[in-house]
């Protein structure tokens, strides 16, 4: 069972806002990525909210306490997908990834 | 641009070893990144299992240690994972990815992916 929790699904429609929580985050090293059916997963946040280069403004990543959030702006169609948060750990093993959760696009 | 591309046998047999290779093609594997194996099983969450940097310090998911060797084969700009013992839960979709070495454990770039079964 992962030590990070994420809820197993989030729907809005298009134009919407969305934000996905990952709770058990303890430090500022965590990141989200974006997985679209039968695909690898795609960085789209890391170090809590940076984007890589590529990745639209429309995603913004926060933390607080211990919950870190993805934020999904001006939902389009192609965002529905599978978005799991992932964070280091000082624990035995260093990086856990939540459980993940199925964005739906109404 | 970097790519990874994984490739190994797609059955494997109970309480036989695990082995994939991932190559690296648009960059040097030397040059200071660090490189990782991930795997999901079939309708399931994304798992850690293994890192290696560019000087071979390697970190392991605690879970899976006492099976699991990954190494490097710079001459082919390649790395490995080896997996001992399989069982049925070892079935998965395995990727590799590129760590980014700037202490975010975050992984940057990912292979396709490559199904392994582990069955008789």
């Known amino acids: 069972q992962s030590a990070l929790t994420q809820p197993p699904s989030v729907s809005g429609s298009p134009g919407q806002s969305v934000t996905v929580s990952c709770t058990g985050i303890?430090?500022?090293?965590v990141s989200w990525y974006q997985q679209p059916p039968g695909t690898a997963p795609k960085l789209m946040i890391y170090?809590?909210?940076n984007r890589p280069s590529g990745v639209p403004d429309r995603f913004s990543g926060s933390r607080s306490g211990y919950t870190a959030s993805l934020t999904i702006s001006g939902l389009q169609a192609d965002d529905e997908a599978d978005y799991y948060c992932?964070?280091?750990?000082?624990?035995?093993?260093?990086?856990?990834f939540g459980g993940g959760t199925k964005l739906t696009v109404l | 641009q970097v790519q990874l591309q994984e490739s190994g046998p797609g059955l494997v047999r109970p309480a036989e070893t695990l082995s994939l290779t991932c190559t690296v093609s648009?960059?040097?594997?030397?040059?200071?990144?660090?490189w990782a194996w991930i795997r999901q099983p079939p309708g399931e969450g994304l798992e850690w299992i293994t890192t290696?940097?560019?000087?071979?310090?390697?970190y392991y998911n605690s879970s899976l240690r006492s099976r699991v060797t990954i190494s490097v084969i710079a001459a082919k700009n390649q790395y490995s994972l080896s997996l001992t013992s399989v069982t049925a839960a070892d079935t998965a979709v395995y990727y590799c990815?590129?760590?980014?070495?700037?202490?975010?454990?975050?992984?940057?770039?990912w292979g396709r992916g490559t199904m392994v079964t582990v069955s008789s």
């Open positions: 990815a590129r760590q980014l070495d700037s202490g975010y454990w975050a992984f940057d770039i």
């Open positions: 648009g960059d040097s594997i030397s040059n200071g990144f660090y």
């Open positions: 290696i940097n560019h000087i071979g310090t390697t």
């Open positions: 303890t430090n500022d090293r």
């Open positions: 170090g809590v909210s």
């Open positions: 992932s964070s280091f750990t000082s624990g035995s093993t260093p990086v856990l």
